[in-house]
């Protein structure tokens, strides 16, 4: 069966300060890689995915993550944070083979302070 | 372009008693996934509905039934409310047509409280 864990339950950082969340998964076969986040108040909104290609991710404002497949990561990571960046954020993976049930990790609260 | 709609927002409900839940898919979607978040924790896979049928089930009792109708709208049945239910329900919608890149992205509605007193 597949797992994910994601290393912070809660992180603090500094505004401008940089970013990187932990995530490893647990699947022998192809995966498909995701990151959600979940604002404050919000519904979960997908901030990147990796299916095949470059391991190097771009998604939304400004985050990316790199698949380390020997590592079986998926670390997230960000230049410098904002406030606004405060919220949950949830790694997911799925088989690679169609519309497979997501495994999310326990999530990782960050708070970004002034 | 209409995203997931779920309702209802919250709920409340006491042991014993049955709840529907209720979404919408996003436009051009044809697959429903329904999933348990318990407080503190991450998201988990209940079933998902394709072509009105229930496809992949996670570890949940038979107390957890759903439904999906033709305009690929579905519901989430719990019969026998126990208090360990008390959780925010998601609904994910998908599409099982177009390439690997497409049928693979869940999108996720706002979500249902509920709570069982």
């Known amino acids: 069966a597949q797992s994910v864990s994601q290393h912070n339950h809660h992180v603090i950082l500094s505004e401008a300060a940089s970013l990187e969340l932990g995530c490893n998964y647990s699947y022998g076969g192809t995966v498909n890689l995701f990151w959600y986040v979940q604002y404050p108040g919000q519904h979960l909104q997908l901030l990147l995915k990796y299916f095949s290609g470059d391991p190097l991710v771009k998604g939304i404002k400004g985050f990316e993550a790199e698949f380390i497949k020997s590592k079986f990561s998926f670390n997230l990571r960000k230049p410098s944070v904002q406030w606004s960046d405060t919220a949950e954020y949830f790694c997911?993976?799925?088989?690679?083979?169609?519309?497979?049930?997501?495994?999310f990790g326990k999530g990782t609260r960050l708070s970004v302070i002034a | 372009d209409a995203g997931v709609t779920q309702s209802p927002t919250h709920l409340i409900k006491t042991r014993g008693q049955q709840v529907t839940l209720r979404c919408s898919p996003k436009s051009g979607h044809d697959t429903v996934s329904w999933y348990q978040q318990a407080l503190g924790q991450g998201p988990q896979f209940i079933f998902q509905y394709y072509e009105e049928e229930e496809r992949q089930r996670g570890n949940f009792p038979d107390r957890f039934s759903g439904h999906q109708f033709p305009n690929y709208s579905s519901e989430l049945n719990v019969n026998a409310l126990l208090l360990g239910d008390s959780a925010l329900y998601l609904c994910a919608s998908s599409s099982q047509s177009g390439g690997r890149g497409s049928t693979d992205t869940q999108y996720f509605g706002p979500g249902t409280r509920l709570t069982v007193l």
């Open positions: 997911a993976v799925n088989a690679g083979a169609g519309n497979t049930p997501l495994v």
